[in-house]
């Protein structure tokens, strides 16, 4: 039984390191391989074998992008504002073999340079420079920790300045001006709102005082059209009661002609329907001088039917 068992337990054994010599490098995966303690190769996705005691995984290593988060870190702006900021970089493998012997501890590597480029981008920025520069010193961090991260295998894709947290003194002082600057724009949108206001309101006065003078020149225009009109049938109206007492006088004309009145007939006519009127009693006769008046048109008349 002994000799059978160790035959057992030596098969065993052997299955064993055989199986240890299989390995299964998954995707986004890569496996740095020593030999004897060299450098052997990098195995990428897929079944690999390694010799027994002598090859040996040296580093597994994550292909994916990387989010690292750091701590936030004092920096000192240009005007001697000291402020704390955290930052996030997105990093990628890019080179198994650097990465694994480029440096002893990539993420440690990775946030003292991230923490050392951050103060020197922002000494160069006053503090308002800095709260309103992110995106320039986002590229500017990216730029400056690719080309240094270059030789340990890593890609930085992106750094981003995750908060800014000035001094408290600071961030009174800015709550104070952004109230007043609140405060402002309320008093401009006000103002605005009241010009605008005065506008309409001079407008519509302005529209109404025009319609009122269309009005009143319709009005007048309406009022001249009637003056003219009465002065027209007026004109008219005198016009036809000339014409009837033309006529009238024609008349008169023709009848003197036929009857030959003369002068002395007409006075004796008029002294009696005076002496008529007086009817006896009236011891003066004064005779009106529109008798005399027409006593003389009568005999101008006589002369012009002789004639």
Not at 278 to 296: F, H, L, R, Y
């Amino acid at each position: 039984m002994g000799p059978i068992i160790a035959i057992v337990v030596f098969v065993v054994f052997i299955l064993l390191i055989l199986a240890s010599c299989v390995k299964i490098v998954p995707q986004a995966h890569a496996m740095v391989i020593e030999r004897l303690g060299g450098y052997q190769g990098t195995w990428g996705v897929g079944i690999h074998f390694k010799m027994p005691f002598i090859d040996r995984v040296a580093k597994r290593v994550l292909l994916k992008e990387q989010v690292v988060d750091f701590a936030p870190q004092p920096v000192i702006t240009k005007d001697n504002v000291t402020m704390r900021i955290d930052t996030v970089v997105f990093f990628q493998i890019t080179d198994p073999k650097l990465f694994a012997y480029g440096v002893e501890n990539p993420i440690m590597a990775i946030e003292n340079l991230t923490a050392t480029t951050l103060r020197n981008i922002i000494g160069d920025l006053e503090l308002d420079e800095t709260l309103t520069s992110r995106e320039t010193i986002n590229t500017k961090m990216r730029s400056s920790l690719d080309v240094a991260t270059d030789p340990w295998g890593i890609k930085v894709n992106r750094v981003e300045l995750k908060n800014i947290i000035p001094p408290a003194a600071i961030q009174d002082a800015m709550e104070k001006q952004m109230k007043a600057e609140r405060e402002r724009r309320e008093a401009i949108l006000k103002a605005e709102g009241e010009k605008k206001s005065t506008i309409l309101v001079a407008e519509g006065k302005k529209a109404s005082a025009i319609l009122d003078a269309e009005a009143e020149k319709q009005a007048a225009i309406l009022r001249a059209e009637a003056q003219k009109e009465a002065t027209i049938r007026e004109a008219e109206g005198q016009a036809e009661a000339i014409h009837k007492i033309q006529q009238a006088n024609a008349d008169g004309l023709r009848y003197l002609k036929e009857v030959n009145a003369d002068e002395a007939v007409l006075r004796l006519k008029s002294l009696e329907a005076f002496a008529k009127a007086a009817d006896g009693k009236a011891t003066k006769i004064i005779i009106p001088s529109e008798i005399q008046g027409v006593a003389g048109l009568v005999k101008s008349v006589t002369e012009v039917a002789s004639n």
